[in-house]
Nanobody, 120 residues
Framework: QVQLVESGGGLVQPGGSLKLSCAAS????????MAWYRQAPGEQRELVAH???????NDADTVKGRFTIARDNAENTVFLQMNSLQPEDTAAYYC??????????????WGQGPQVTVSS
């Protein structure tokens, strides 16, 4: 089985920065795309940033120029560096990994979605 463990959430002032990390472990044959999503209370979960196994990235327009996604393939870890945070960024941030597990084929796995709160 595959487990994603996230860290780095918390409270930050407007204009501040946080870095999230998400490490995958388990019986992994290969990890394909990894991504960060966020979900505010009562709202639909939305894609924040995405990165392929080759390092190609795309960001949502709402975070472009402020957030950066990166991978450490050797450690099966994805990061989200968040700069110039605003109150509108307040949400639970979920890591997703598309993982190929032997005999099962590729499937999506999710982290627990720790809270990021941006407030004075």
């Amino acid at each position: 089985q595959v487990q994603l463990v996230e860290s780095g959430g918390g409270l930050v002032q407007p204009g501040g920065s946080l870095k999230l990390s998400c490490a995958a472990s388990g019986s992994i044959f290969a990890i394909y795309a990894m991504a960060w999503y966020r979900q505010a209370p009562g709202e639909q979960r939305e894609l924040v940033a995405h990165i392929t196994s080759g390092g190609r990235t795309n960001d949502a327009d709402t975070v472009k120029g402020r957030f950066t996604i990166a991978r450490d393939n050797a450690e099966n870890t994805v990061f989200l560096q968040m700069n110039s945070l605003q109150p509108e960024d307040t949400a639970a941030y979920y890591c997703k990994a598309t993982v190929n597990v032997a005999a099962l084929g590729p499937d999506d796995y999710w982290g627990q979605g720790p809270q990021v709160t941006v407030s004075s």
